[in-house]
Nanobody, 124 residues
């Protein structure tokens, strides 16, 4: 089992910034990568970003590319999501997740462990 704890969400005005953190514990040696997803009310959970533990390769959804940055601290087993130039459409619950496989990374069903989520609200 892997446990994930997110933090850093909150309320921010459009154009502002937030930094989310996700600390992992437990059987983390089995994880290949960590991703961030988000889910707005009435919408499906969507991929935001992903980073692999070993190489640090990153992948982003087109909607956040150039505004969001995912990074990792292997020593702390923590992944961060720096969100800049936030827009009202970024409002959602943000979840971090761990995958132990190399299946398509944009599909949330390919992730094995999930955090509890943290609310991000961007006001216009």
């Amino acid at each position: 089992q892997v446990q994930l704890v997110e933090s850093g969400g909150g309320l921010v005005q459009a154009g502002g910034s937030l930094r989310l953190s996700c600390a992992a514990s437990g059987r983390t040696f089995s994880s290949v990568a960590m991703g961030w997803f988000r889910q707005a009310p009435g919408k499906e959970r969507e991929f935001v970003a992903r980073i692999t533990w070993s190489s640090g390769w990153t992948y982003y959804a087109d909607s956040v590319k150039g505004r969001f940055t995912i990074s990792r601290d292997n020593a702390k087993i923590t992944v961060y999501l720096q969100m800049n130039s936030l827009k009202p459409e970024d409002t959602a619950i943000y979840y971090c997740a761990v995958t132990t496989n190399e299946r398509p990374y944009r599909d949330y069903s390919n992730y094995d462990y999930w955090g509890q989520g943290t609310q991000v609200t961007v006001s216009s």
